[in-house]
């Protein structure tokens, strides 16, 4: 198998590192998700990761809170689900770095995008937590602000259902999934598999997506050598 991209940025639910439980983190998928990391990484593809965090904490669930401090308090959540992918990398084998839009120097490197690039030319995955460091804004339009800024070939958005449906399958078992939608549509119609920020932002940069199921067949290395997987969000 060939690569179609020479860099791409993979942006990972927190939920689905928690697997079956929910909440926390599964390291059978963990492990699952590095392996087929490395398989794209060893096969010359430039890799960066945005990890959500909703596995431990989302800045909605804190319905009486400050929306700042809860949104806080989800960035640091990425920076624990980062840590551990990072972990798991680095025991495969793979050199990692987390970059974090707050700055947190014990754990991580501060985000700096000249930096991320030296990376990427030493053959290092770069996770970059923290989502973009500011509240009010989802860890969708933190991988669509990072892969503008990075310049990915490809955004690469793993989720619990295999792509991108115009109702919600679990509830409505005639959902129709769509096998590709511009982001004019995703836009105009609502529609909730990506932010509308995030769609505007890839839209303005002309930055495909595709919108897979991660609980697929080896469906990260599928995408990455451009089989048709899940849903394309583009300009077409």
């Known amino acids: 198998m060939q690569p179609q ?35 794209v990484h060893d096969m010359g593809v ?36 980062s840590l551990a992918m990072m972990d798991a990398l680095e025991r495969s084998g793979i050199p990692t770095r987390v970059q974090t839009a ?5 754990v991580a490197e501060p985000y ?21 460091g500011n509240p009010y804004c989802s860890t969708d339009t933190a991988a669509a602000q990072r892969a ?11 989720k619990n259902v295999d792509g991108i449906y115009d109702s919600d399958p679990k509830l409505n078992p005639a959902a129709k999934k769509y096998g590709h939608i511009n982001y004019i549509d995703i836009i105009k119609n609502g529609i909730k598999a990506m932010d509308t920020t995030a769609a505007t932002m890839c839209m303005e940069n002309n930055i495909p997506v595709v919108a897979f199921g991660l609980n697929e067949k080896d469906s990260i290395i599928r995408v990455v050598c451009g089989e048709k997987l899940g849903t394309v969000i583009d300009n077409n």
Do not use: P
Not at 102 to 106: A, G, K, V
Not at 112 to 132: P, Q, W, Y
């Open 148 to 158: 503008c800024e990075i310049q990915a070939d490809l955004l690469m958005m793993a």
């Open 102 to 106: 707050l700055i947190m120097t014990s």
């Open 112 to 132: 700096i995008l000249r930096k991320a690039l030296s990376h990427f030319e030493k053959k290092r995955v770069v996770i970059m937590a923290c989502g973009t």
């Open 5 to 39: 991209y020479k860099r791409v940025l993979i942006k990972l639910s927190g939920e689905a590192l928690a697997g079956k439980e929910g909440h926390g983190l599964d390291e059978n998928v963990i492990s699952g998700v590095v392996s087929q990391i490395k398989a």
């Open 46 to 81: 430039e890799i960066a990761l945005v990890i959500g965090g909703g596995n431990f904490w989302r800045g909605r669930q804190g319905k009486q809170m400050d929306r700042t401090i809860a949104d806080h308090m989800g960035m640091l959540a990425t920076v624990m689900n």
